[in-house]
């Protein structure tokens, strides 16, 4: 048995046992894409709202990829996983690539919902220039430049695309921990 049952005063999710520290599993080389939308115009959301409805699509199109992918029912698009965040000046996307390649391929893809959400982009941005600015940032990270923590059972970002693995089986800094696979 992992874990005692719960006292009912307490969540069962509660354990006396300390979550372990970790890494994220080994990777290759990969990609890590940053993508999000800036509001300038808050009161307009017809403006902004379609902008905003774009990116949920695309990632549901890319996780049942991944999952199709993964039953050998589709091809790999080289979608790793994301997670959403939200700044002051609007929400963005931190995504995990295999390749630029994957990255590449898959906006440019007339069948996917990236390529029309870009071109609806363009058209609503030519007749209403800044009510909505969009931005990414593209990383290709060296297998090796790669270094991650997750403190107390934390799993989000990498360690969420790719798994976990036990922080000692890297080693137990961060400068030990670099420049490992």
């Known amino acids: ?13 509660a354990t006396d046992r300390r979550p372990p520290n970790l890494t994220h599993a080994a990777v290759d080389d990969l990609v890590v894409f940053h993508i999000g939308m800036t509001i300038r115009a808050p009161w307009r959301p017809d403006l902004w709202g379609p902008v905003a409805a774009a990116m949920p699509r695309m990632l549901a199109e890319l996780h049942r990829n991944r999952a199709a992918a993964a039953r050998g029912e589709a091809e790999d698009l080289g979608f790793l996983g994301a997670d959403t ?9 931190v995504q995990y690539w295999r390749s630029t390649e994957h990255l590449y391929t898959y906006a440019r893809m007339s069948s996917a919902e990236h390529l029309p959400a870009w071109k609806a982009f363009n058209k609503a941005a030519r007749t209403h220039p800044g009510a909505v600015g969009i931005w990414h940032e593209t ?24 798994g976990s693995a036990p922080l000692a089986s890297r080693g137990r800094t961060a400068a030990q921990r670099l420049g490992t696979r």
């Open 1 to 13: 048995m992992d874990h005692p049952a719960a006292p009912a005063d307490r969540p069962a999710a």
């Open 85 to 93: 965040l939200i700044g002051a000046k609007g929400p963005w996307v």
């Open 139 to 162: 990383y290709a990270v060296p297998a090796d430049g790669i270094e991650t923590f997750y403190g107390n059972g934390a799993r989000v970002g990498l360690a969420k695309a790719v």
